[in-house]
């Protein structure tokens, strides 16, 4: 079995670099990016937006992944949206490649590319590729998805730590995706995860990151935790009320979805899919939802704040949104 193929994007010293715009969830990427794309109308350029974000790139999936609605899709043109169906898998290595591509044809059109998004791991794969760990094993990964159905995950976790307990010890019981991912990786290499880590260490985006050349990355990161976690449930409750437990009643309807299926383990549509099961009541899936939505963004902010010479804003401040605005607009004249 070979390794993913390590993707190393490159940038003409002719062009500008490309802006990068990330966050943890519920930060304000999109609406920044919305703001510099009507100041780049307003002089004449053309951004465009490329999703970098797990959850856009699958079809039906739209409330709760706070998608772009089709009033700024339509005026702002975006990549890696809708892309697959939710009974498809999505890699980081999949996303280097068409990050890397759809940059060279933005750039060829001469347009400016602004990836905009959270999933760090697709931030890590562009920036400096991914090297070491072995593409998914299809086989492999149904097998372990059965057995972690049978005996539950906190008992495959368990497993986990037996061969690899340095991965076990940083993942949660209950993180199948995660768990599952470490001894796939155990199976196809015969090495721990933690292993082949330590011998490329900077590929999870947790220590000896640096931003590239040829990106300019803007970082949105909330001095207020508070704040941000009282506007994701806001935000959550507002997804309830427009229709999110109707939406997942639809993509049930596709037999060949199930809750194992990566677009179905992402956050909010895991916990509403259980409530649907039967799993949980109304408030215990709503209280899921939030905590796992605040785990996302705590994930986020760690890669974030490994990767060294970011340009940091505090969203929740008017005059740091200004100046993170006008650095986005500095990029577009260079």
Request: glycine share 6%; with cysteine.
């Amino acid at each position: 079995m070979q390794s993913e193929p390590h993707i190393q994007p490159t940038h003409s010293p002719d062009q500008p670099p490309i802006l990068c715009i990330v966050g943890p969830t519920g930060s304000g990427k999109t609406h920044l990016a919305m703001a510099l794309a009507e100041h780049a109308q307003s002089i004449n350029q053309t951004i465009e937006l490329i999703s970098m974000d797990s959850a856009l790139v699958y079809r039906g999936l739209d409330i709760g992944s706070a998608k772009p609605t089709r009033a700024e899709q339509a005026a702002v043109k975006h990549h890696l949206i809708d892309i697959l169906e939710p009974t498809e898998s999505y890699s980081a290595a999949r996303f280097a490649n068409d990050a890397k591509r759809l940059c060279e044809e933005i750039q060829g059109r001469g347009h400016i590319p602004v990836i905009v998004g959270g999933t760090m791991l697709y931030w890590r794969a562009w920036a400096h590729g991914l090297s070491s760990l072995p593409p998914a094993d299809p086989e492999i990964r149904t097998r372990l998805d059965e057995q972690g159905g049978m005996i539950g995950w906190p008992a495959m976790h368990t497993k986990l730590a037996k061969i690899d307990p340095v991965t076990a010890e940083r993942l949660q019981p209950n993180d199948s995706q995660r768990v599952q991912r470490a001894l796939e990786v155990f199976e196809i290499t015969g090495k721990p995860m933690s292993e082949l880590l330590a011998d490329s260490p900077s590929e999870d985006g947790r220590e000896g990151s640096a931003i590239p050349a040829w990106i300019s990355l803007l970082s949105l990161e909330p001095s207020d935790r508070s704040r941000l976690h009282q506007n994701l449930e806001k935000r959550f409750d507002e997804m309830l009320a427009g229709g999110l437990i109707e939406e997942v009643e639809a993509l049930r309807k596709n037999l060949d979805l199930h809750a194992d299926l990566p677009a179905i383990r992402s956050v909010g549509y895991r916990q509403v899919w259980e409530y649907l099961d039967g799993e949980v009541d109304q408030a215990e899936m709503r209280y899921k939802a939030l905590a796992a939505t605040r785990q996302l963004g705590k994930r986020q902010l760690t890669w974030l704040r490994a990767i060294a010479e970011r340009n940091t804003f505090d969203p929740f401040n008017p005059n740091e949104l200004k100046a993170a605005l006008n650095y986005c607009k500095q990029n577009l004249s260079q």
